[in-house]
Structures are given as C-alpha cells and as structure tokens.
C-alpha cells in the first residue's frame, strides 16, 4: 500500500511539474513587450527643428493610432548635399527600421539603393516606371511603393501663370538642380510650354543653399523678366532664402511647394505635406502585414493655387480678378 501512494504522489508530482512547464513558457510570452515598428525618413534637404515633413507624416499616423515615442518611433534624416542620403539611408537600414518613407527623387533612389527588402515609401517623387524604382504604377512589385508628383501639364500651367501675371515677358529665369534627375521631365515640360508661349528660358542651377546667391546673380545679369522654381526638395527647405532673393531681384516668381506662405508671390502645384501626411497610410498598411510591391503608386489628384497679394503689392503688380477667382487662397 506504502508503494501505491508513493507511486501516486510520484504522479501528481510529474504532472504538477509538467503544468508548471507547459505553463511557464506563456507566462513569460505574455510578459515580453511588444516591438515597437520604427520608421526612418531619408528627406532631401536639411532638417529644421520642427521640420513640417516629419509633422505631416506624425500627423498621419496619429490618425491611425500611432503616436510618435510611445507605440511608434519616427527617425529623420536629411541633407542638402544629395549623395549623403545613400549613407543616410544605409544606417537607418542596418540599423533595421521597418520602414523607410522618402522625399523626392533623390531620396528614393538612395534607400532603393541601400536595400531591396526594407520596405520604402515614396512620400513623393519623379516618374518612378521611368527612373527604375517600380515596375509599373499599379503593381509596383519589389519593396517600393508610395506617390509619385508626374506634373508636366502643371509645370507648364506655372508658365502660363506667370505670362498672365506679367504680360510683356519674354526671358522668364527657371531654377533647377542638377543633382535631381526627377527634375529632367520638369524641364523638358517647361521648355516645351515656354516654345509654345514664345518665351525665351534661362537655366539657373543650383545643387545646394550655396549655389543660390550665384544663380539669382545671373538671372539679374541676363535680366529675365521673371522666374519659375522647378520641385526640388533643397528648393524647398530654403524657400525662405529663395523668396528673399527674388524680392531683392524684384523677380516675380511662381514655384510649387507652399512658398507663397513664406513671401512668395505665386504657388502653384501639389500639397507636399499633404503627401507626407498620406504617406502614413502606406506605412500602416505595411506595419499590418501588407506587402509594399501589391500596393499601387497614387499620383496627388488636386493642385492647389496660392497667391500673394502682399508679395505682388511689393513688386508693383496687379493681380488680375479671374486669376484671383481661380486661387484657393488669396493672401492679403
């Protein structure tokens, strides 16, 4: 009988023992946190210290639940000098984000070429079929996908704007950086409305802040009539310094990328915060198990118009009313 029961207790004690085991391993699953999913930004141009990019794209995912430094973490990076982004890009990938989100063209090609697995969106860029970066726009395949600015009807609106702005012109000044090869359809589409216009084009390059004072040098030196700023994020990360110039040139000038709300006189193109902060759906698509190369490239659908009538004021212009009635914001 003695036996028995120490079989019996031998038993109970096997099978607690095999509970405590088979019991241990999810006690502790259930105590290990979770990841939190990090995204880094490779941004074409320098940062500023409440950059409007990196609060677009924060403002994006709070609207789907993520807040920045508790269940998600958000990584700028940025340069002005285009070849730094490679490296940008390369440590915020060894350093095993889950997601990279660009600006511009640059920035896309330097993540595409520091991984093939990390998935990247595009908050904007050139033509992605053409320079390479997606097979196709409604089947990017490979780990790219995100929204693409093809803008050559709306760069050659820009012209027509400034004609109707200052009728008499005939050398309109086009900035440009020819570091951005998302900028050569930009180009080739306002050369294309200036022959159809009849206005002489004068190229100011600039590849970074440095190169600005230079090129609004030549502009006065060749005496154009006005000035158009192709889409470049360098170009947009200093409008300030980039209106200043054309005021003291006394350049009426049209550009994209919210400038007339720094001083400008005319913009005229697509939201770019409201791209980053569409990019956000991308990201949370992704952080849920969606595969980037199955998500289609959007291209932006409104384009906005925004006159300043300060800014005009200043440069001795009058804006004419139909123009005036076809601006989404007037800024007096």
Do not use: W
């Not at 920045?68 to 095993?96: C, F, M």
């Not at 520091?114 to 097979?135: E, Q, W, Y």
């Not at 994020?233 to 709300?261: C, D, K, M, N, Q």
């Amino acid at each position: 009988m003695g036996a028995s029961i120490a079989r019996a207790m031998n038993r109970r004690t096997f099978v607690a023992g095999l509970g405590a085991m088979l019991a241990a391993p999810r006690a502790a699953g259930a105590q290990q946190p979770r990841k939190t999913p990090r995204v880094g930004m490779v941004l074409s141009g320098s940062l500023a210290d409440a950059d409007p990019r990196v609060a677009a794209l924060r403002q994006g995912l709070r609207e789907r639940g993520y807040v920045d430094g508790q269940n998600i973490a958000i990584e700028p990076r940025g340069s002005d000098h285009i070849p730094d982004l490679y490296e940008l890009a390369t440590k915020l990938v060894r350093s095993k984000v889950d997601v990279l989100v660009t600006q511009g063209t640059p920035g896309a090609q330097a993540a595409q070429r520091a991984t093939r697995t990390t998935p990247i969106v595009m908050a904007a860029s050139g033509d992605p079929v053409k320079l390479g970066l997606v097979a196709s726009l409604a089947r990017p395949g490979g780990n790219i996908t995100g929204q693409t600015i093809i803008g050559d009807e709306y760069i050659g609106k820009r012209l027509e704007i400034l004609r109707e702005i200052v009728p008499g012109v005939s050398r309109i000044a086009v900035l440009s950086n020819p570091a951005n090869p998302g900028l050569v359809d930009q180009m080739k589409a306002t050369e294309d409305a200036a022959r159809t216009l009849g206005i002489a084009l004068q190229r100011l390059d600039a590849r970074h802040a440095a190169e600005l004072e230079p090129a609004f040098q030549a502009a006065r030196d060749k005496r154009a009539g006005a000035l158009l700023v192709l889409d470049d994020a360098v170009f947009s990360t200093h409008r300030a310094r980039i209106v200043s110039l054309a005021a003291a040139s006394r350049l009426p000038t049209v550009y994209g990328l919210r400038s007339a709300e720094a001083g400008g006189l005319v913009s005229y193109g697509p939201n770019l915060l409201e791209m980053f902060r569409s990019a956000a759906i991308y990201v949370d698509k992704i952080l849920k198990g969606a595969k980037p190369g199955d998500l289609p490239v959007e291209q932006p659908t409104k384009f906005e118009l925004v006159i300043n009538l300060k800014t005009a004021k200043a440069l001795g212009l009058t804006i004419s009313p139909s123009l005036l009635q076809r601006a989404d914001q007037v800024i007096e």
